[in-house]
């Protein structure tokens, strides 16, 4: 059985502190992704698709508690944006401060889920290929 210590261990800590970093819970997967790769460099493909994976999956979670809320018409600027702009907004969605709040706006104006998890998925990859390459 590997331990946390161990790549595989540590792929799980990738994927674990991803997901839990696209919540309102303030953690930095970027730090926790390139203390990573400074240990396990080899490892680099994989662990930048498992901070994706968790990121994503974590933007989609959120997107989703949005979408359970009950629907009006949007009456702030931001939201008519959003609603104006769709899913690819979200690709933003990695942003600090903001990025939840696109998530859960996005799931509440029932933007198309797969185009919006496309464009989440495709702003945190380019995100975690820069903490990659500066690793």
């Given amino acids: ?3 946390l210590l161990s790549p595989e261990g540590g792929l799980v800590g990738v994927l674990l502190a991803s997901f839990v970093a696209a919540t309102l819970v303030p953690l930095s ?3 926790v992704l390139f203390g990573y790769l400074k240990l396990h460099p080899e490892q680099a493909a994989l662990a930048v698709a498992l901070a994706t994976l968790g990121n994503t999956a974590g933007g989609m979670t959120t997107y989703l508690i949005g ?3 009950p629907q009006r018409k949007p009456d702030t600027k931001a939201l008519a ?3 104006r702009y769709g899913a690819p907004v979200t690709f933003f969605a990695w942003l600090p401060v903001v990025g939840d709040a696109l998530c859960a706006a996005a799931g509440w104006l029932r933007v198309n889920w797969l185009a919006a998890l496309a464009f989440m998925a495709a702003g945190r990859l380019a995100r975690y ?3 990659a390459y500066a690793a």
């Fill in 129 to 131: 290929l820069l903490i």
């Fill in 81 to 83: 944006r959003l609603h």
């Fill in 1 to 3: 059985m590997e331990t």
């Fill in 67 to 69: 979408r359970l809320v």
């Fill in 29 to 31: 997967s970027e730090a």
